[in-house]
């Protein structure tokens, strides 16, 4: 991983900044290595088949496609950790970002925190590809193993906040939640 790459920042100790990350400032040079180490499909090569998931509701077909044709298929864990905690889980996330099994991630700082009076920070796990499951669900597993997270995560596709499909402006492809997976 290149120097810049690296921020030994931790939420605790950190002033002025609203979040830290890692591996997401040169994701697309991390990209290549992450989706070898751990065998997921590559975003820019994902066509989609009407027929997958035949199952799913036809909004979420419909938003799959659109994700696919504009090469959208980012998304992400959130974790909600304590501030007693958040620096410990951090390191964790870190070092799992240094061993390429996690794309990349980001945290809230306490400063931004205590300036929103959150109880919790949050961090952010990201995902090059949210239709190829089973990295996905290695992943949630993988926090919650490594991370000793016992309270259930949520993962979100980016293409919902880019659609917005929970406003009234999404309104057509309104989603009764915004949660893709979860464990």
Known sequence: MTESNIDDA???DTEGREWIMNGLKKSGERLEEYLEKNQVQDPEKVRFEPDQNSDRDPKVKKIDKRAVEDGYLSG???LFVCPD???EVWM???ELISEYKIWGGQVTTDWIREKRDLEEHTIRV???NYLDEAD???VGNLLKKRCDIEKEICYKPDIYNVLQVYSDE???IKLPE???YRI
């Open 10 to 12: 931790l939420p605790s």
């Open 76 to 78: 992400k864990w959130e």
């Open 85 to 87: 905690k958040v620096d």
């Open 92 to 94: 964790k996330i870190k």
């Open 126 to 128: 990201y995902t090059p």
């Open 136 to 138: 996905v669900l290695r």
């Open 170 to 172: 999404g309104e057509d």
């Open 178 to 180: 915004e949660i893709r």
